[in-house]
């Protein structure tokens, strides 16, 4: 499955943004999906991720209450909405699917990632 991030841009710290992956090439509804991030001279990191069905979600400690994973299987796009972003939250954000695995893990396949910039 190939997937597409999109969605990024600057904020200031408080505000909202959702970023969207739309998935092409494969059975979306059949994959798990996450995000994750990387931050500049950092290591990536898990930020959420969400079962094929939408029925399981998982999240990042640091995301925890802030930040919604979603997806449509209708419209082969997964979602992340992110409130009350702060500057910490700054990175290149990408997304990922596996048919198997779900959480905080490696996934099989992997977006181009989006940038996030949170100013203070």
């Known amino acids: 499955v190939q997937l597409q991030a999109f969605g990024g841009g600057l904020v200031q710290a408080g505000d909202s943004l959702r970023l969207s992956c739309s998935a092409s090439?494969?059975?979306?509804?059949?994959?798990?999906m996450g995000w994750f991030r990387q931050a500049p001279g950092k290591e990536r990191e898990f930020v959420a991720a969400?079962?094929?069905?939408?029925?399981?979600?998982y999240y990042a400690d640091s995301v925890k209450g802030r930040f919604t994973i979603s997806r449509d299987n209708a419209k082969n796009t997964v979602y992340l909405q992110m409130n009350s972003l702060k500057p910490e939250d700054t990175a290149v954000y990408y997304c990922?699917?596996?048919?198997?695995?779900?959480?905080?893990?490696?996934?099989?396949?992997w977006g181009q990632g989006t940038l996030v910039t949170v100013s203070s």
């Open positions: 990922a699917a596996d048919p198997v695995l779900v959480g905080p893990t490696s996934y099989e396949s």
């Open positions: 969400i079962s094929w069905s939408g029925g399981s979600t």
């Open positions: 090439g494969g059975t979306f509804s059949r994959y798990n």
